[in-house]
């Protein structure tokens, strides 16, 4: 009976996924097309302008799992078959813009951030919404533009060539999960040791659970895209270098803060490969990073906690994970709204805490839970958490999303990361 009960599961899985790329085959072409905007906008408004359309060689997402499951990020984006009004593709993602939203700067001026969204490339013609999360947690529609398929301003020229190594994964685009590594701060001379900075830095991710355990599953490319001048910007000691993705130190003037506004120069240096993820890696030794859910993540190459760092920000760049630490100097004034669950899965406001890891806790274990030596490895509700020390709540009392302390990642974040593994790789 437990035989034919493995085989009716196996049978169905089989079914699911013959039935998902189908709908790929029906809706789309394997390849990608790439919709460019400017957001901008203060920290009340926002306004979208198109930038262009391009139609890049590679798509590597899944065939299979088209709609997002998850209703992670502060933006989403939808396509929509015209003909059958069908939602054919969705994805969540946030971006720089808001981020600087909640910063003191945006009471004061407007600014605009450069975006790039990419999605299969659609068959037939096709309706683009841009949707963006209010402050009570719902998501409402600030763009709409229809797609044409066969229009010919559609850019449909080569991607400017940059060598690449794939030093990592031998599996199929559709069923893996696809870094592509930027080089940013290394010269012609220093390419060599990019890719082997990259070799070591994709060891780091792959040597936490649950990466680990998936790491067949991953295709890791070294991007040599060359900088003029080695290095970073460094704008609180005026230092500035001539850069291949021009990132910086003093992003909204947190010293640590390494993140690039140049989102086009990102996605111009990957379209020579197919990407799911993009991460940039700097070449400097000094302590620094950023990561946003679907948008990118970047670390320093040499710095002592390179480890920590790297597979930290792709927390957030990868499973939307948030910070769980709440007494370090960020940017942001009133990022969360405490009357509403937020959306990251490892944070909670206990507004809808159903909807967390409730069902991870031991019926013993009180909520809230103090942070005190006896529940020192115990999964429950910390306060303290997303950049508060009231009013949010946190899995355990230290975890990678906390602090450099911890290596790896607690249990609740590990179940929100294989999650997004397993639907990445069409599982």
Aim: aromatic share 16%.
């Amino acid at each position: 009976m437990k035989l034919k009960s493995s085989l009716f599961l196996v049978l169905i899985v089989i079914a699911f996924v013959c039935k998902g790329q189908d709908k790929f085959e029906k809706y789309f072409e394997n390849k990608t097309l790439r919709i460019d905007y400017l957001m901008g906008g203060d920290a009340k408004s926002q306004t979208v302008f198109l930038k262009e359309l391009k139609e890049e060689p590679h798509w590597g997402g899944s065939t299979v799992n088209l709609i997002d499951k998850f209703g992670y990020g502060t933006f989403c984006f939808k396509l929509y078959d015209v003909e059958s009004n069908e939602l054919i593709y969705s994805k969540g993602f946030n971006s720089l813009f808001q981020e600087w939203q909640t910063t003191a700067e945006a009471k004061e001026m407007k600014r605009a951030f450069y975006q790039v969204n990419v999605m299969p490339f659609p068959k037939k013609t096709a309706r683009f919404v841009l949707e963006s999360r209010k402050w009570d947690g719902t998501m409402e529609k600030i763009w709409e533009y229809k797609i044409d398929p066969t229009n010919y301003f559609i850019i449909r020229d080569k991607p400017i060539p940059v060598p690449f190594t794939k030093v990592m994964g031998k599996g199929s685009t559709e069923e893996s999960v696809d870094i592509a590594f930027i080089a940013e701060g290394y010269t012609t001379k220093e390419i060599d040791k990019f890719k082997a900075d990259v070799k070591r830095v994709a060891g780091y991710l792959m040597d936490v659970p649950p990466f680990n355990k998936y790491a067949k599953r991953f295709n890791i490319y070294a991007l040599e895209s060359v900088s003029e001048e080695s290095g970073t910007d460094v704008p609180g000691e005026n230092i500035y270098k001539n850069t291949a993705v021009n990132t910086t130190f003093y992003t909204f003037d947190v010293p640590r803060y390494l993140t690039t506004f140049d989102i086009k120069a990102l996605h111009d240096i990957c379209a020579n490969v197919p990407y799911d993820q993009i991460y940039v890696l700097i070449n400097t030794d000094r302590y620094g990073g950023g990561g946003f859910y679907n948008y990118y993540s970047s670390c320093s190459a040499d710095n002592e906690l390179t480890y920590e760092v790297s597979s930290h920000e792709f927390g957030h760049g990868f499973a939307g994970l948030a910070d769980e630490y709440y007494n370090s100097k960020v940017a942001y004034d009133g990022f969360y709204n405490l009357e509403i669950e937020p959306w990251e899965p490892n944070i909670t406001t206990m507004v809808d805490f159903d909807s967390k890891w409730k069902d991870m806790l031991d019926e013993s274990t009180p909520v809230p839970t103090p942070r005190t030596p006896a529940f020192q490895k115990t999964i429950g509700v910390y306060e303290g958490g997303g950049y508060s020390a009231k009013g949010i709540y946190s899995p355990v009392q230290d975890c990678k999303m906390k602090s450099n302390k911890e290596k790896h990642f607690c249990p609740v974040c590990q179940r929100a990361i294989e999650q997004m593994i397993l639907y990445h790789i069409g599982e």
